[in-house]
């Protein structure tokens, strides 16, 4: 069986399991904001990694994501090319000189006044798992101009760390980035009192311009995604990079070379789990 055939049956294997699906209507755009992440991921090093998130806020819900993973799907829906070879099997690929955005963070969050929840990839498959709207947020008498835009200060302890925020009470969305969400007014700036991560809005498009724009998110990050749990999702993807190598054997991969620069990255990302710095320190 050659390697097409095998992509085409797994595809059909993963697909055809026991699924959670979720359907989010793609709603009128009411807002669309844009939040520069600086991050230190790393314990060793005082460096700040930086990195865009999109924030686009619809009727009903939010829709959090990665602004170079976006890209990416842009860049894939309007490159893809598909070619029918003579044996009946297909093959995918992109028009030449196709080159797509890569990034580290592919997942999709997905906030309503109800819950918030998590969508993420290993390998083909999607999973997701839901988890409550923050609701013990400490509400402060205290006021910041921030890019212009009038703020109140809340406080609150998430996942391990305390953060303290800033949200525009005068821009009414109960929103913001990740899982931050259930304050009275857009989250402008939030940070951890490290000071290792923070969330600061840089952009925003003018209600003008949104006019008769819908939500514009490929259902694929959050449709047909299989219903599990933080910890799990977690400890498959732990599994997937470990295994990359048995994986990629599977596909008909069986250049020893290639073997050995996996082991040497899954030698180098196990010394480098020591020094993480998560960004949810507890479940």
Known sequence: MDCHKKLLQLFILLYSVLSYSQSYKQDTLRGEFTYMLRA???????????????????????????????????????????????????????????????????????????????????????????????????????????????CKKAEVTFKGRNWIAWYAPEIPFPYGPMKFSGLPGLIIKITDEKGDYDFELVKSISNSQLKNKRINMKKSRYTGAAETTQAKLKQAQSNAETNAAGVLASYGTTIIKGQEILKKREKERKENKKYENLLELTP
């Not at 976006?70 to 309007?78: E, F, P, Q």
């Open 40 to 150: 230190k991921f790393d314990t060793r090093t005082d460096n700040k990694y930086e990195d865009q998130f999109l924030l686009q806020i619809g009727d009903n819900c939010a829709f959090f994501a990665n602004a170079v993973s976006l890209k990416g799907d842009s860049v894939m829906a309007n490159s893809g090319t598909t070619t029918n070879n003579p044996d009946g099997s297909i093959t995918l690929g992109w028009k030449k000189g196709t080159v797509i955005p890569k990034t580290d963070f592919n997942f999709t969050i997905i906030q309503t006044h109800e819950n918030i929840q998590y969508f993420d990839s290993v390998f083909m498959s999607l999973f997701t798992y839901k988890e409550p709207v923050i609701k013990n947020w400490k509400l402060i008498n205290e006021t910041k101009v921030i890019n212009t835009i009038n």
